[in-house]
Every structure is written in C-alpha cells, then in structure tokens.
C-alpha cells in the first residue's frame, strides 16, 4: 500500500487480510517489519494493518520533533482514514503507551486493547531505566548509531547478548532510526498517563508481559491493572520484551483470546 496522509503525516501502510480491524503499533526504533512472525497469522481473522509510526523508516516525520501526542493523533487519523474503526489495537513497548493514550481520549476508535509492557516509568517511584538511557541518548547525539542501539538492547531493553543474535535486517532498522528515539525522549510527557482518564476507558484491555523482561515493567502492568475498569493480565512464559518475535504462535493465540472474549 502507497503512503497514507493521516493527521497531516504520510505513514507507511500494510494492510492485509480481512474481518474486524486490527491495528499494530510497533515500539521505539522499530517499524512495521518488527510484527513480520504474527502479521501473515493474525490476517487469517482479522484485517491486519501494520505500519510504521513518524520518523520511522518509511513514513514521514513532522517538521518539528514529534511528541507521543502527536503519535496518538496519528493512530486515530490512520483509524479514521482506513475506515476500521472500531478496531483492535495490538501495540508493543512505546506503541503500548501511544495506543492506550489513543483510546482514552477517542474510545470509539477502539474495540478492544492487546497491550505489552508499555514503559510508563512515569507512573513509579523509582524508575533506574532513566540512568540506562542517558549514555544511549549521548551515542545519538554524537552519531554513533550502532553503538546506541546495541547498547539499548543489551543495557536495557533485552539484556546482553541479544543485539547479537539479532538479524542484520532488524539492527538495520534500529540503527536507521535511532534519531527518533532520541526525539521521542525529550517529550516531557513521554512516560506519564493521567490515571483518572485510564479508570474512565471503558474498553476491554488485555495487559501482557513477559517473565523474561526487565523487572520494572511488571509494576507498571500492576498499576495499570488495578486501574483500568475492565483489564485481564497475562503472562507469556519465557518471552521478554518483544513476544511478537521470540514467541510468535503463543503470542497470536494472546490477541485471537482478545477479541474471542470482547462483545
């Protein structure tokens, strides 16, 4: 599919498959590839649309540095424009947030929420990431790409040795957009949510985490548990940060759980 113009940006999108509308949100230095193990599976039930958020590879950026906001717009212009709403939004990491900031302020859009570990630090009182990422931000800003992205994997996100064991093509991508990290970190509102809007969302909303992912995640999907009026939690074993990729089959059985038990 050509390049889509939704709130103002022309965003890369792969639309595939047919049914109800599922939209998939990638995370921070990503694109719409990221979802390549479960896209062809999930279009078998649903249509399927992935694509890559702004500044990401394919798509455009704004003339100014974007802000989650701006993400969230973005959403729900490609919703709006495609014709799918309602949909399901399935959304990963940074994605997660984009996408449950999206349904509190347009719930219409939204059928229902697969949502993986969204880094809403902001909602903790200590939050150690933040010490992890200042040395990724200083390999940005001084062009060492490659340095920002393998030490984001292994410092942060993933833990060590997996920049290793990704595929060229997938560290490609992460290298290429580095720069928008960077531009998504100096949103001051990046990593925070107004919890009394959380409470007022009165769509379904599947929470997922991995056993295997970095420990602060586990108390954000806590909070927002308790918060949202209608939330399910579920554990994949053995998965991580990423399930759509270390753990593809049980990760598709998660979102097809989703929408077998949303009205």
């Known amino acids: 599919m050509p390049l889509l ?9 792969d639309d595939a498959g047919a049914g109800e509308p599922l939209v998939l949100v990638h995370g921070s230095w990503d694109d719409r590839s990221v979802w390549g193990l479960v896209r062809d599976e ?31 717009d973005d959403l729900a212009a490609l919703v709006e424009v495609l014709g799918a709403a309602p ?11 984009i996408a449950l900031g999206m ?30 990422l200042g040395p990724v931000i200083d390999l940005i800003e001084t062009g060492e790409h490659t340095a920002a ?29 580095a720069p928008t990290f960077a531009e998504e970190l100096r ?26 992912s970095p420990p602060f995640f586990e108390p ?3 909070i927002l548990a308790s918060t949202l009026p209608r939330a399910e939690v579920r554990t ?7 399930p759509h990729v270390t753990h593809p089959a049980e990760y598709v059985a998660v979102v097809r759980d989703l929408a077998a038990t949303t009205p």
């Open 5 to 13: 113009e939704a709130n103002g940006i022309r965003l890369m999108v």
């Open 42 to 72: 999930l279009a078998r039930s649903f249509r399927v649309v992935a694509y890559d958020r702004r500044g990401h590879t394919d798509s455009e950026d704004g003339a100014e540095p974007g802000t989650r906001r701006d993400d969230e």
């Open 87 to 97: 949909a399901y939004v399935v959304a990963n990491s940074f994605g997660s947030s």
């Open 103 to 132: 349904a509190v302020r347009a719930p219409e859009l939204v059928r229902g929420l697969c949502l993986h570990e969204p880094p809403l630090i902001g909602l903790l009182e200590d939050a150690p990431i933040g010490d992890a």
């Open 149 to 177: 992205a393998q030490r984001f994997v292994d410092e942060v996100a993933l833990g060590p040795g997996a920049w290793e064991a990704m595929g060229p093509e997938d560290r490609a991508v992460m290298v290429r957009n």
């Open 187 to 212: 949103d001051p509102a990046a990593f925070g949510v107004d919890l009394d809007a959380v409470a007022a969302l009165q769509r379904p909303v599947l929470l997922t985490r991995g056993d295997r």
């Open 220 to 222: 954000i999907v806590d």
């Open 236 to 242: 994949i074993r053995g998965a991580g940060h990423v």
